[in-house]
């Protein structure tokens, strides 16, 4: 490899670029989605420069000791051809070998990611449209904020390989009309929690994690209704069925799907109470 193609670790600049080229690509990433990326992992992020401009990115994200997701995997596109992605995927592995690794593909390059040790666990749905549901009055229904996090995050853990404690206090944060988010306390526990974010095009829902599909279904009106008469986005995985019935009673309709994808054993995660991924970027 010429020096001029070396894989160097991005800089939070450098995150910026990748989330205007996930636009480009039409990933409609949230406004201040960068923020809680970088505080995830600051060294998970990793490209090409040319000229001191980034022509091919990738982010290898390490959660606890023993957990990775890549993401972000994009050359521009007047570099395409050329290997240099080869490149910048190769290295991204070489950070988080040894962890369990996720990612989500898109279908036609599920048997791309199979050559380096991938396997498919699910699908994953994207649901779009405009919100047409008005926020219910619902004295189990809490805005998230500073005070209750803690029991938001230890309520997270069942939910991911691997707690994420850095990533969650920065995606919580600020809680304002840009991103914000509800629990539902019962008996003094949580037994569901939601977040919205406004993106480059309406707003993203997730998390949306609950113990049953009334619990989701009263925090996705929280959050949705919050935003009446704008689009809404929310990524589910396939095998929930109540979550793919409640999108569609809302009137939201599937634009994209993606595999989930797996080297090493797939987690045993809840799917059944997972009614909207946290983002496809960092899992």
């Not at 480059?200 to 008469?229: H, M, N």
């Not at 793919?244 to 109470?273: C, I, N, Q, W």
Request: charged content about 20%; glycine content about 10%; proline content about 7%.
């Amino acid at each position: 490899m010429s020096s001029a193609n070396r894989v160097t670790q991005l800089t939070r600049s450098d995150l910026d670029t990748l989330m205007d080229w996930a636009e480009d690509e039409g990933w409609n990433p949230g406004l201040d989605d960068a923020n809680a990326f970088w505080a995830a992992d600051p060294s998970g992020f990793w490209g090409i420069k040319q000229e001191g401009g980034l022509i091919a990115g990738i982010s290898a994200v390490k959660y606890g000791g023993d957990y990775g997701f890549i993401g972000f995997y994009i050359c521009h596109p007047d570099q395409r051809g050329k290997g240099l992605a080869l490149q910048v995927w190769r290295e991204a592995l070489t950070t988080v070998e040894g962890r369990l690794i996720g990612l989500d593909s898109v279908p036609e390059q599920v048997s791309t990611y199979r050559k380096s040790g991938f396997e498919p666990a699910h699908r994953n749905l994207r649901y779009t449209g405009l919100s047409v549901v008005s926020v219910p009055q619902d004295p189990r229904l809490s805005p998230i904020g500073t005070g209750i996090f803690p029991s938001i995050a230890e309520y997270d853990q069942a939910f991911v390989p691997t707690p994420r404690p850095a990533f969650l206090k920065a995606w919580h944060q600020p809680m304002n009309r840009q991103r914000f988010g509800f629990c539902v306390v019962e008996d003094g526990s949580i037994t569901g929690c939601g977040t919205i974010r406004a993106c480059r095009e309406g707003y993203k829902i997730g998390p949306l994690f609950a113990e049953t599909a009334e619990t989701a279904d009263l925090l996705f009106r929280a959050l949705a209704g919050s935003v009446r008469g704008q689009m809404v986005t929310l990524d589910l995985p396939e095998p929930n069925t109540e979550a793919e019935a409640f999108a569609e009673r809302y009137e939201l309709s599937p634009v994209f799907e993606t595999e989930r994808m797996y080297h090493g054993e797939a987690p045993d995660l809840p799917l059944s109470k997972i009614f909207g991924i946290t983002t496809f970027e960092l899992g």
